[in-house]
Each structure stands twice: as C-alpha cells, then as structure tokens.
C-alpha cells in the first residue's frame, strides 16, 4: 500500500491510524482520516517536518560518495525547515509567486495552450495518437515557473530528467543499482543549481539579498524544481485522464453549467499528485486514540483525506462543486503549506477550459501508469486516439 497508495487501497476500509512497515522494514503509522491529517500539518511543533526529504531507501555508501562528490546538500529550507530560518525563506519564495504575479502570466500561457490544443487536434482528426503528457501537459509548469522565479536557463528535457530522478531518488523503493545511477544524474543538475545560485538574478538574487548561504539557495531551487513544477504537470495529465472518463462533467463545461474552478478543486481531491506527505513525532502524543512514540515517522495520507465520508458528499464520484470538495489537503495545511497554490490551480484551470473539448470524441489508447513511489505518482504517459480514426 505505501508505494502505490492512490490504487484500489485508498478505497478499501482503514483505521484512523495504521502501522505499516515499508520495504526495508521500517514501521510508519500511517494517518488516513482528514481531521488527524490536519491535525498533524497544523502543530510543526509536535509534528516537525524534518524527515519530509529524507531517503525511503537508505542510501548506500557508495550512492552518498556520489552526491558528496558533487557537492550535493539539502539543508533545511522549506519543506523540511522546522527552524527559525522557515518564515523567512517562505515568505521571500512566496513573493516570487504572489497571486498578482501569477495572473499576469495567465494570458501568456492560455495563447500557449490554445496553440498547443489546435496542433493537437489536427493530430487526432488525421487518425495520429496524441501524448497529452508529452504534448501538452509535461513542460507548461516549469515554462510558467522560469518567468516568475528567472530559473537558470536550462534545456527543458534536462530538468524534468532531473526532477523526475530526484522523486525516484528520496522517495521510491530502489536497489542499489538504480540509486546509483540517480545519484549521478542527480548530484550533476546541483552543480548547475550551484553555480546559478551564485550569481543568478530573480529568486535566486533576492534570497542571496536576504543574506542567506550558497546551499540555502540550492536548496529553494531544488525544490521548486521538484514540487513547484513537476507535481503540476503530473496533476494536469492526471487530471485530463480523469475528465476524459467524465463526459457528463465535460458537457457541463461546455455549457457553462460546471465551473472550471470547481473542476480543478474535484481534481485535486480525487487525484492529487501528491498522495501522502511524512512528518516525525517529536515527542510522545496521542492521535485518534492510538499512541504515538516520540521518534515516529508519521505517513500523512493526503489522497485517503481527500476521501473522507466525514468531510465529503459522495467521496468517490468526480462531481464538481459538491460538499466537502474544496477542503482537500493537496496542498498541506500551517505553516508548510505548499507556496504555489495559487499558481498550480491557475495552470489548472486554463488547460481544463482550453483542452477539455479534446477529449470528445476520443479513446484512451494507453492511461497514464504511475510507478511505485511512496508520494508522488509520477504519470509516464497519456495517449489518446481520435475514435473516428
């Protein structure tokens, strides 16, 4: 269950708080109702985030000499800061994505998905299959993020490698084999994040200002690379798939009788790119009547959360605008909650009401499949056919 957590387990009846052990034997307690889940994100005092980037597969010696020959380093920053440095950090990353910010960027980007979603199209009516990962979906979050932040100017195919490798590195089952391998691609995209960090402008610029460390300002940019771009275009091909099983949503859209805003909210609560998110107990506690050990490593079951009776209407059907629907945790919640929110539902919604009409009239030639990983679902594909073809 913990490597493919968004699969038929996610329905299938669980308590309040299970332990699970996981590949290496390591015991979890995992938390699947929404107010404990919410509980835990909302008290970084009881609950630290200090093991959210650490490696679900220890790594091996030699995959660690490969990282240090690179110089790689994760200091506390965002995700993992439980320090004093946090509010800072954030609060300088926020401004970059500030919602003014944000929607300056949506006419740009809509021009680029409807020029993108008419080239498609032509595809389909000659009968070709169309890559809506690949197509459409994989690249738009980092193009948007690079005009925000001015990330260092590197190839596209480049980063994605990279981001996809670094989710696979800290947070898949491995075998040493394959940690090697990431850890070399990996440890190599840091020292072009390193020598960016340096004399870079943007982002990088305005945390350097602030009088923060070479490794700080890896550490923000690795990160955004990771969870403010490649979680976004995982959840726009997640959720295409989705809408691609719901005619009756997509007429909706097309007759103004659905929201687009309330489209990308059922999405993020039916199929959240990111499923689970890890705290550690700090000290001895108590959740949902079971006990919880200071030193516990905590698996925070968003998806589950997305899906509990208590909260939601009917927890299982895509139906935009119900009860509940908003009050998903795909985005965290405190003091850690995820800073591109505002940015992540405006990509959303502009590839929901310019791709959509897409969908009619065609079949799913190959759903995304998504490997084992203990939080992210990493979608490889989506590949569809005109059916008049």
Not at 64 to 81: I, Q
Request: net charge neutral.
């Amino acid at each position: 269950m913990l490597f493919s957590s968004w699969g038929s387990a996610v329905q299938a009846p669980w308590p309040d708080v299970a332990e699970v052990s996981d590949h290496v034997g390591v015991r979890h307690l995992v938390v699947t109702r929404h107010a404990l889940v919410r509980q835990v994100l909302a008290d970084p005092v009881t609950y630290p985030p200090d093991n959210a980037l650490d490696a679900v597969t220890p790594m091996p010696v030699t995959a660690l000499r490969v990282l240090a020959g690179h110089r790689f380093r994760l200091p506390p920053t965002l995700a993992n800061n439980s320090g004093a440095s946090h509010p800072e950090i954030r609060a300088i990353v926020a401004a970059a994505l500030r919602p003014e910010r944000v929607a300056a960027q949506r006419p740009w980007l809509t021009a680029l998905v409807r020029e993108r979603v008419a080239r498609l199209g032509a595809r389909l009516d000659t009968g070709a299959p169309v890559d809506l990962y690949a197509d459409l979906a994989a690249d738009l979050p980092l193009l948007v993020l690079a005009r925000l932040v001015e990330l260092p100017d590197a190839p596209v195919g480049a980063v994605k490698e990279f981001a996809r490798a670094a989710l696979e590195l800290f947070w898949a089952p491995l075998d040493t084999d394959r940690q090697l391998a990431l850890a070399a691609e990996v440890g190599r995209f840091h020292r072009v994040l390193r020598d960016f960090a340096a004399t870079g402008g943007g982002l990088a610029g305005e945390l350097r200002a602030a009088g923060h460390s070479s490794d700080v300002v890896v550490g923000a940019l690795f990160f955004l690379l990771v969870a403010g771009q490649e979680t976004t275009s995982q959840f726009l091909t997640l959720l295409l798939h989705r809408l691609a099983g719901e005619p009756a949503v997509r007429a909706g859209l097309r007759t103004g009788e659905v929201a687009v805003a309330d489209v990308v909210e059922e999405g993020l609560r039916l199929e959240p790119p990111i499923v689970t998110w890890r705290r550690v107990a700090e000290a001895d506690s108590t959740l949902g009547g079971t006990a919880v050990p200071a030193g516990s490593s905590l698996v925070l079951w968003l998806g589950r959360a997305g899906r509990d009776p208590a909260v939601v209407e009917t927890p299982d059907e895509f139906r935009p605008g119900q009860r509940g629907s908003r009050r998903h945790l795909s985005f965290g919640a405190g003091a850690h909650r995820c800073v591109g929110d505002v940015l992540a539902r405006m990509e959303a919604a502009v590839v929901v009401a310019e791709a959509a009409p897409l969908l009619d009239g065609v079949t799913v030639v190959r759903p995304p499949w998504c490997p084992d990983n203990l939080t992210f679902r990493m979608p490889d594909a989506f590949v569809v056919r005109g059916t008049g073809s």
